[in-house]
Every structure is written in structure tokens, then in C-alpha cells.
């Protein structure tokens, strides 16, 4: 028999490891246990890639894209839009040089007109001691009209044949060898010199034709009215288109190079004539 010490002893013991004693074996917690402070850890300490992460996800990169846009929207209208009076200017000297070869411009001022960076422009340009007009006009930064009728400038060692227009409107053809010529607007022989030989008046002769078309006035001159054959009269236009009229002033033919446009102003040249009108 065990003694009631004994049996105390073993009550204690079968608390302690009983199913129903609320303790759990060693074995049992370290198992356990485990996961617990392995969870513990990861929650505690902060992920090393969190902010990389976030960064390089695709709703950061679309907002990031958006506000760069945004910014350059916002900065582009303000680069563009600077253009003045001064640019018009440049960009006016700039073709002169180029298409005239003028290098002496002065007094260029510019106005703003209506319109998209719309300027119109001139300014003056000093040729053998003379000056002489230009004008131009800038519609959204580019030059779109430019007249100047003024002679070319003789370049620093150019033997050259020299064009300058007088002061009474006809123009001076001047070759190298001595020989000077004078025409008119229409590109005919005023006079000449005595020591223009025939090669040198062919040299004077298609350079006064090159001038006249690269200093096209805006409007044609108006045509000559001339008499023609038996009785009759001839409307000659400046590039040799000829319209015929009979004695009774009906037109009766025109040369194939005219243009329909040609023909009326010749006809309405005739009435003007008849009326007594100067053309």
C-alpha cells in the first residue's frame, strides 16, 4: 500500500502533465512556438524593397509620365510664343542677303498687323551712295512677301556686268570692257555707247533681261497701243503679246502667247483710248 505521502506526490505530478493541466510538453512548445517568433520577426522588421517597389509599379510611372507632360505643356506655348518685331526683322535682313545680295541695310522697322505672329516690315539699303526701299511681309515666322527693286550690289572684285536704274526710271546696263547702255522699263534700247560691239551689246542685252525678270513689278505695264496695217491698230504687251483691231476698232486677232486676261485689258485699253482716256 502506498502511504498518503506517496500518493500526494503522484496527484501533483499527474496535474502537472495531465491533459487538462493547461501546460504543454517541451517538445510540444518548441514545435509550436517557432512559426510564432518567426512570424513576430517578419512583421517587426520593415521589407528592404518596399520603396523600390513602389516606384517601379505602373501607377507611379503613369502619374510620374503625367505631370511630366503636364509641365512640358504648360512651358511649351511660352517658348513658342516668343517671337517680336525684332525676329521679323531678322528673318526679312536675312532673305535680302541671300536673294539680293544687299549687305547695307538700315532704318528697318516692323508693325504688327492681325494675325499669328503677323508683321509687316521695311527698311532701306544703300547701294553705290544711293538708297533704296524695301518692304517685306512675316505671316507665322515666315517671310511670304519681300519686294525690292533696287540694283544689286557689285561685289569686291567682280568684273561683272553692273545693272543700276536711273533716276529718270530707265536702267543702265554698264559692261566691264567700257561699253554702257540705257533701256527703258520695257527692256528697249534708249541709247548706247560708241564702244559697245556687237558682243557686248548681246551681254547687255540678256542681262537687261534677266533684270527685268527678277524685278517683275507686281503689275504688268500697261500695253502700248500701236497702229497696225491697213488702218488698223495693235495692242503690244510687254512680253510681245500683240491683240489686232481693224479701222473700226473690232478685234480681229491676237497672238497665240496672249492670255485671256491680256485680251480683255487690250480690249478695255481700246475703249479708254476712244474715249480719249489715258490708259
Not at 131 to 140: F, I, R
Not at 149 to 160: F, K
Not at 199 to 210: K, V, Y
Request: neutral net charge; aromatic residues 4%.
Amino acid at each position: 500500500m502506498m502511504s498518503d505521502r506517496d500518493q500526494a506526490g503522484n496527484d501533483a505530478a499527474s496535474e502537472t502533465s495531465g491533459p487538462n493541466s493547461g501546460s504543454l510538453p517541451i517538445e510540444s512548445l518548441e514545435i509550436q512556438d517557432l512559426p510564432s517568433a518567426a512570424m513576430t520577426t517578419k512583421q517587426d522588421v520593415p521589407p528592404q524593397t518596399g520603396v523600390t517597389e513602389s516606384m517601379t509599379s505602373r501607377p507611379f510611372i503613369r502619374r510620374l509620365t503625367t505631370l511630366l507632360l503636364t509641365t512640358a505643356a504648360l512651358a511649351g506655348p511660352g517658348t513658342a510664343m516668343a517671337y517680336d518685331t525684332k525676329d521679323a526683322i531678322r528673318a526679312c535682313e536675312s532673305r535680302l542677303r541671300s536673294e539680293y545680295g544687299l549687305r547695307d541695310l538700315r532704318d528697318a522697322h516692323a508693325v504688327q498687323i492681325p494675325g499669328d505672329k503677323h508683321y509687316r516690315v521695311q527698311g532701306k539699303t544703300e547701294v553705290d551712295d544711293r538708297q533704296y526701299p524695301w518692304h517685306c511681309e512675316v505671316d507665322d515666322r515666315k517671310v511670304v512677301d519681300l519686294r525690292y527693286r533696287g540694283p544689286r550690289p557689285q561685289r569686291p572684285g567682280d568684273d561683272s556686268v553692273r545693272v543700276r536704274r536711273l533716276a529718270s526710271g530707265d536702267i543702265e546696263v554698264r559692261v566691264p570692257v567700257g561699253c554702257r547702255a540705257i533701256y527703258d522699263d520695257r527692256g528697249d534700247l534708249v541709247r548706247r555707247d560708241r564702244d559697245c560691239g556687237p558682243r557686248e551689246m548681246r551681254h547687255a542685252d540678256d542681262t537687261i533681261a534677266d533684270y527685268l525678270r527678277a524685278h517683275r513689278r507686281e503689275r504688268e505695264l500697261p500695253p502700248q497701243i500701236l497702229p497696225g496695217r491697213h488702218g488698223g491698230t495693235e495692242v503690244v504687251f510687254e512680253d510681245r503679246c500683240v491683240v489686232h483691231y481693224d479701222h473700226s476698232d473690232r478685234r480681229t486677232g491676237a497672238h497665240p502667247s496672249c492670255r485671256d486676261g491680256q485680251i480683255l485689258e487690250a480690249d478695255r485699253a481700246m475703249r479708254n483710248d476712244r474715249r480719249g482716256h489715258r490708259y
